[in-house]
C-alpha cells in the first residue's frame, strides 16, 4: 500500500510547470478511434487514467506510443471488442469510448465507468443524445450495449449543461448523417480542446464553447496532430497552494483566461495574483479573508477546485462558505480535514469552514482525486507528518504532483506501508 508521507510548514518557492489537461486528454485519447490514420497528441500528462486508456485502446486493437507526453496512436486496425469490465472501470473518462465507438463502428459494448466518488453520477444525458443520433442503448448487467445501424444528425437539448454528454454526443455525431443541433451543451474549455482535434481530422463543428454548437456530419475522419491545452485545475491547485503556503511561486504553462473565476475569488482573499500572458505569480500571502464560494460550470468557480479552495479557507480569518452546486456530496475531505484540527462541517451541499487554524499532522485518506490534492495542501500547511492513504486517486490526475512540489521546497515521499499499519489507522 502506496502512502504520501509529508512533513509540513515548508514555504514553498519557486516556478512549477502546468501539464496538458487531464480532462481533455482523457476526451482526446478515445476521439483517436474516429481516424483512419495516426493521431499524435502532445502535452498527454503522465498520469494513471493516460495510461489506462492506452491499455484500452490496445485492447480494441490500437497501436499506441506514449513517450516523453507525446501519445501517438494508429487506429487503423481496431476492432469493436466488447469492453465490459477491466481497465474501463479505473476511470470515469472510459465513457468517452462508447461516443468514439459509435461513432466510428455504429456499436459499441462499455462497462460502466468508475472514476471518482462524488455522489451520483448520472449518464443519462449522454445515452439520451445517444438515443437521439439513432442507436439503441441498453444496460446489461453493468455494462452499456450500443447499436445503430446509422447514425442520424438531431437536435438535442441538454436537461443539464453536462462536459461528458457534450463531448459524447460530439465523438457520435461527426459521423452521423447529416446535422446535429447540442443546446445547452457545456462550454467548458476542454470541449473546445476537442472540438479543435476533430475539426483537424475533418469534422465539420461550429460554436464549440458556446451554448449551441452544431455539428455536419462527415464520412470519414483522417490522422492530425493536436496539442493539449493546459490543465486549469492542476494550475488552480497550485494557485491555491501558493496562496497557502508560498513564499512567491510562479505557475507556468496556464492560460489565464480558462482561470478567471478563481483568480478573482484568490483576490478576494486578500491573495495577489500578478498575471503574465501563460503564467501567474502569487507573492507570500501575510492574511486571508474568508469568502463565500459556489461552484458553477464554466466560467464558474469549478466543482474541482472547491476541495483545495476549502483548505485554504482553514487559513483565512472568519467563516467561509462553499457550496458545490455541480456534485453535492463532494465534500467527504472535510472529514479528513476535522481529523487535522479544521473547524469545518457540512450541511447539505455547502461546507462550513471556520478559521484560521493551526492543522496538524494526522493519517488521512483520499477518498477521491480532488480531495487528495486538497489532502496533500493541508499536510503542506500542517505540523508534523501527515500520511495520505489511497492514493491512486490522486494519480490519476496529477502529473508528477511530489516532484514538482518538492522542487518548491515541500518534503514529501512516496513511500510502501504495510498493510498492518493501514490496519492500525482504521
Ligand atoms: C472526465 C471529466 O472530464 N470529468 C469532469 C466532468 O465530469 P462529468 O462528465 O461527470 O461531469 P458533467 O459535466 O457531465 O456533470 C455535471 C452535472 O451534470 C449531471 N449530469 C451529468 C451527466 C448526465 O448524463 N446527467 C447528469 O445529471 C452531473 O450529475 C453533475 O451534477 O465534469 C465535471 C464537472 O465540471 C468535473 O468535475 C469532472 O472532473
Ligand atoms: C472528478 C474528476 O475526475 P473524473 O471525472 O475523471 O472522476 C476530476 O477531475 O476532478
Known amino acids: 500500500m502506496d502512502v504520501y508521507k509529508i512533513i509540513g510548514e515548508n514555504r514553498l518557492k519557486g516556478t512549477i510547470k502546468v501539464s496538458g489537461a487531464k480532462n481533455s486528454a482523457v476526451a482526446l485519447i478515445p476521439a483517436s478511434i474516429l481516424a483512419n490514420s495516426s493521431v499524435t497528441i502532445g502535452g498527454i500528462p503522465e ?14 486493437g490500437g497501436e499506441v506510443n506514449f513517450e516523453n507526453g507525446q501519445m501517438t496512436i ?11 469490465n477491466g481497465n474501463v472501470k479505473k476511470l ?9 465507438m459509435l461513432g466510428r463502428f455504429k456499436k459499441a459494448v462499455v462497462g460502466l465507468p468508475g472514476g471518482c466518488f462524488l455522489g451520483p453520477r448520472p449518464i443519462d444525458q449522454h445515452i439520451k443524445g445517444f438515443e437521439a443520433l439513432g442507436a439503441k442503448v441498453t444496460n446489461e448487467h453493468g455494462a452499456i450495449y450500443l447499436r445503430a445501424d446509422e447514425l442520424r444528425g438531431a437536435k438535442i437539448y441538454l436537461d443539464v449543461a453536462s462536459v461528458g454528454a457534450t463531448i459524447n454526443i460530439m465523438l457520435a455525431a461527426v459521423r452521423a448523417k447529416g446535422r446535429t443541433v447540442i443546446e445547452n451543451a457545456a462550454k467548458e474549455p476542454e470541449i473546445i480542446d476537442v472540438a479543435t482535434l476533430l475539426t483537424n481530422m475533418g469534422a465539420n463543428i461550429k460554436g464549440a464553447g458556446t451554448s449551441v454548437i452544431r455539428i455536419e456530419g462527415v464520412e470519414e475522419l483522417h490522422g492530425t496532430k493536436h496539442t493539449i491545452i493546459p490543465d486549469r485545475i492542476e494550475a488552480a491547485t497550485y494557485m491555491v497552494m501558493a496562496a497557502a503556503i508560498g513564499d512567491g511561486i510562479t505557475i507556468d504553462n496556464i492560460i489565464p483566461l480558462h482561470l478567471e473565476a478563481v483568480i478573482a475569488k484568490l483576490r478576494e482573499m486578500g491573495v495577489k495574483v500578478i498575471e503574465g500572458e501563460e503564467s501567474v505569480f502569487i507573492p507570500r500571502v501575510d492574511s486571508l479573508q474568508a469568502v463565500d464560494v459556489k461552484t458553477l460550470v464554466y466560467p464558474g468557480i469549478p466543482t474541482d477546485v472547491q476541495q483545495p479552495l476549502s483548505v485554504l479557507m482553514t487559513q ?11 456534485y453535492s456530496a463532494r465534500f467527504k475531505h472535510i472529514d479528513e480535514l476535522r481529523r487535522m484540527n479544521a473547524n469545518a462541517r457540512v450541511e447539505g451541499n455547502t461546507a462550513i469552514i471556520q478559521g484560521p487554524t493551526q492543522l496538524h499532522g494526522s493519517s488521512v485518506t483520499a477518498t477521491d482525486l480532488r480531495a487528495g490534492a486538497a489532502l496533500v495542501l493541508a499536510g503542506l500547511l500542517a505540523e508534523g507528518e501527515t500520511i495520505v492513504h489511497e492514493i491512486h486517486h490522486i494519480e490519476r490526475g496529477y502529473s508528477s504532483l511530489i516532484e514538482k512540489l518538492n522542487s518548491l521546497g515541500a518534503n514529501i515521499r512516496r513511500e510502501t506501508i504495510a498493510v498492518s499499519s493501514l490496519e492500525l489507522k482504521e
Do not use: C, F, Q
Not at 47 to 60: F, G, H, R, S, V
Open 92 to 100: 470515469r473518462a472510459s465513457y468517452y469510448l462508447m461516443g468514439a
Open 74 to 84: 494508429d487506429p487503423s486496425n481496431m476492432l469493436a471488442i466488447p469492453l465490459p
Open 316 to 326: 483565512a480569518v472568519g467563516t467561509s462558505k462553499v457550496t458545490d452546486t455541480i
Open 47 to 60: 498520469i494513471a487514467d493516460a495510461w489506462t486508456l492506452k491499455a484500452l485502446l490496445e485492447e480494441i
